[in-house]
């Protein structure tokens, strides 16, 4: 019988390895990385895109999963680049895209929602499938 060794995050020193000798990347507390790591979010946030890998991460125990902690990784804020803009021609073709869903394909009008292609809809607008039958009449207060 081979014997699984689980690691077990219990306290925040679990979770602190900074010069990267446990972990593959340098490992902080949660709330505890330095100013200049951030998350993809904080990124995002800020306009930006992260431009490389991730540097660091942050890992927070858990009580009930304590074999599982959160992980956020970071990235050096020095780093992060301008998020891409789309061209016009890509803009057009996203445009066009989303049209094609909003047309219903019983009654060809453009419904200005995403028609789902899943039941109970099947790519009709809400109207034709009540008209089927396949969704329920609402009941009038």
């Known amino acids: ?27 902080y507390p949660w709330g505890k990385a330095p100013m200049h790591l951030i998350t993809r979010r904080q990124i995002r946030d800020a306009g930006l895109s992260p431009g490389h890998p991730p540097v660091a991460q942050m890992l927070r125990c858990r009580k009930r999963h304590p074999d599982r902690p959160l992980r956020a990784w970071l990235y050096d804020v020095h780093h992060a680049v301008d998020k891409r803009v789309p061209s016009p021609a890509q803009l057009d073709s996203i445009r066009k895209a989303n049209r094609a869903w909003r047309i219903c394909s019983r009654c060809r009008r453009d419904v200005g929602y995403r028609i789902p292609r899943t039941p109970p809809c099947s790519g009709e607008c809400v109207d034709c499938a009540t008209t089927a039958g396949r969704i329920p009449r609402p009941v009038a207060a």
Not at 3 to 26: F, I, K, N, Q
């Open 1 to 27: 019988m081979s014997e699984t060794s689980t690691r077990v995050w219990r306290t925040e020193l679990d979770c602190d390895d900074r010069l990267g000798e446990r972990h593959p990347v340098p490992t």
